[in-house]
């Protein structure tokens, strides 16, 4: 669930070569990510400098995060061409910026979310709330990976009534920073948030507080669940051949099974089902794989480029050769301009037509994929 998106003012000098940094950047955070939930990285000079950091909070199994990472940063490019953005998903975050901002605790970009959902209507709630949020947030600073968590109750609760908190600084920051960051979040959340909100979030620029009556924070299950219980998304496997009509038949599913809207938990068009469902199924490349199939995209493999992004040839581990499009992220429409063409290919007939392999939306970048047939021309890729 995206909980804010905050997008800079100011537009970058040349949005060309500053995507160009932007790619790189997500490229080197994605690596560290998907490795140890967190990195932090920069890449370009000058005006084309792009810094950038992702963090995982640690309740997160490591399947989730990577599939935070995806939502995350398929959502930020919508950002581009301003400067610096920043997006909260429930369970990460991911930054970029024109300046070196990995140190700082808070800005102005802070802020704060609570949920419809009412709490218990007692002066007990409120207490046992914001008494754990203090003590999470006191203790997140000097514990492992600046995060911690817990639970409470009283007696004079409702019978079996609960509530949790955590508190996650980025490992950017050191213990200083990290107090002064939570500190402030705590402050935000309890004085706008208890005692009428269910859930509430404390959004900072180097930090996350959050407390729910529902436990958010246990271990993930075998297998990559858990992580959030606050939405429960339905995964779909698809086990058969990669083709164009099966990604048509995901968009159908998550057009159909999409949750409704809310305040808090609003994932705007739906994009962590589709991610979730593609990576599950076997439409999904790794995007390393494809980096390595196609030689980090050399330019002695690139193909041609279009309107919608430039083509790579590239050889599979199983001696395949196919051709992999990088779609340009300088658009707002990401969603609509991927399943648009896919929709396109799928619905074209044509002997000389290339079959659609799959894509990948898990990296810093998205990715489709086809066969290769060496007598087509370039503009079945390119359309």
């Given at each position: 669930?995206?909980?804010?998106?905050?997008?800079?003012?100011?537009?970058?000098?040349?949005?060309?070569?500053?995507?160009?940094?932007?790619?790189?950047?997500l490229?080197?955070?994605?690596?560290?990510?998907?490795?140890?939930?967190?990195g932090?990285?920069?890449?370009?000079?000058?005006?084309?400098?792009?810094?950038?950091?992702?963090?995982?909070?640690a309740?997160?199994?490591?399947t989730?995060?990577?599939?935070?990472?995806?939502?995350?940063?398929?959502?930020?490019?919508?950002?581009?061409?301003?400067?610096?953005?920043?997006?909260?998903?429930?369970?990460?975050?991911?930054?970029?910026?024109?300046g070196?901002?990995?140190?700082?605790?808070?800005?102005?970009?802070?802020t704060f979310?609570?949920?419809?959902?009412?709490?218990?209507?007692?002066?007990?709630?409120?207490?046992?709330?914001?008494a754990?949020?203090?003590n999470?947030?006191?203790?997140?600073?000097?514990?492992?990976g600046?995060?911690y968590?817990?639970?409470?109750?009283?007696?004079?609760?409702?019978?079996g009534?609960r509530?949790?908190?955590?508190?996650?600084?980025?490992?950017?920051?050191?213990?200083?920073?990290?107090?002064?960051?939570?500190?402030?979040?705590?402050?935000?959340?309890?004085?706008?948030?208890?005692?009428?909100?269910?859930?509430?979030?404390?959004?900072?620029a180097?930090?996350?507080?959050?407390?729910?009556?529902?436990?958010?924070?246990l271990?993930?299950?075998?297998?990559?669940?858990?992580g959030?219980?606050?939405r429960?998304?339905?995964?779909?496997?698809?086990?058969?051949?990669?083709?164009?009509?099966?990604?048509?038949?995901?968009?159908?599913?998550w057009?159909?099974?999409?949750?409704?809207r809310d305040?808090l938990?609003?994932?705007?068009?739906?994009s962590?089902?589709?991610?979730?469902?593609?990576?599950?199924?076997q439409?999904?490349?790794?995007?390393?794989?494809?980096?390595?199939?196609?030689?980090d995209?050399?330019?002695?493999?690139?193909?041609?480029q279009?309107?919608?992004?430039?083509v790579?040839?590239?050889?599979?581990?199983?001696?395949r050769?196919?051709?992999?499009?990088r779609?340009?992220?300088?658009?707002?429409?990401?969603?609509?301009?991927?399943?648009?063409?896919?929709?396109?290919?799928?619905q074209v007939?044509h002997?000389?037509?290339?079959?659609?392999?799959?894509?990948?939306?898990?990296?810093?970048?998205?990715?489709?994929v086809?066969?290769?047939?060496?007598?087509?021309?370039?503009?079945?890729?390119?359309?």
């Amino acid at each position: 669930a995206i909980l804010d998106t905050v997008c800079g003012s100011r537009q970058a000098a040349d949005p060309e070569s500053f995507d160009v940094s932007f790619v790189n950047t997500l490229e080197l955070i994605y690596q560290n990510v998907t490795r140890s939930g967190f990195g932090a990285a920069s890449s370009g000079s000058g005006n084309f400098s792009v810094f950038g950091l992702g963090q995982c909070l640690a309740y997160l199994s490591p399947t989730d995060c990577q599939l935070c990472y995806a939502q995350s940063r398929v959502k930020l490019p919508h950002c581009l061409p301003a400067d610096g953005g920043r997006i909260y998903v429930d369970g990460c975050f991911l930054r970029y910026g024109a300046g070196n901002f990995t140190a700082a605790a808070t800005d102005a970009g802070d802020t704060f979310l609570c949920s419809n959902d009412t709490a218990p209507a007692t002066p007990a709630f409120a207490a046992a709330a914001a008494a754990l949020v203090r003590n999470v947030t006191a203790t997140a600073p000097g514990a492992r990976g600046y995060y911690y968590a817990g639970s409470a109750s009283a007696s004079a609760m409702p019978t079996g009534a609960r509530v949790y908190a955590a508190a996650q600084c980025w490992r950017s920051l050191n213990a200083t920073a990290c107090t002064a960051c939570t500190e402030s979040a705590r402050d935000r959340v309890v004085r706008q948030c208890l005692p009428g909100a269910a859930e509430g979030y404390g959004l900072n620029a180097g930090c996350v507080v959050r407390y729910s009556t529902q436990p958010f924070y246990l271990p993930a299950k075998a297998g990559g669940g858990g992580g959030s219980s606050t939405r429960h998304i339905i995964i779909i496997v698809f086990a058969s051949v990669l083709s164009a009509m099966a990604v048509i038949g995901i968009v159908f599913i998550w057009t159909r099974m999409r949750p409704r809207r809310d305040d808090l938990h609003d994932d705007m068009d739906g994009s962590g089902e589709i991610i979730r469902t593609i990576m599950s199924s076997q439409l999904g490349f790794r995007y390393e794989e494809l980096r390595k199939a196609t030689d980090d995209f050399n330019q002695i493999n690139k193909l041609g480029q279009g309107g919608y992004g430039s083509v790579y040839k590239g050889v599979l581990p199983d001696g395949r050769e196919i051709a992999v499009k990088r779609l340009y992220l300088n658009t707002r429409q990401w969603t609509d301009q991927f399943f648009n063409e896919v929709k396109l290919v799928s619905q074209v007939q044509h002997k000389n037509l290339v079959k659609l392999l799959g894509c990948s939306v898990e990296g810093p970048e998205s990715l489709l994929v086809y066969e290769y047939l060496c007598n087509t021309s370039l503009d079945h890729y390119l359309f």
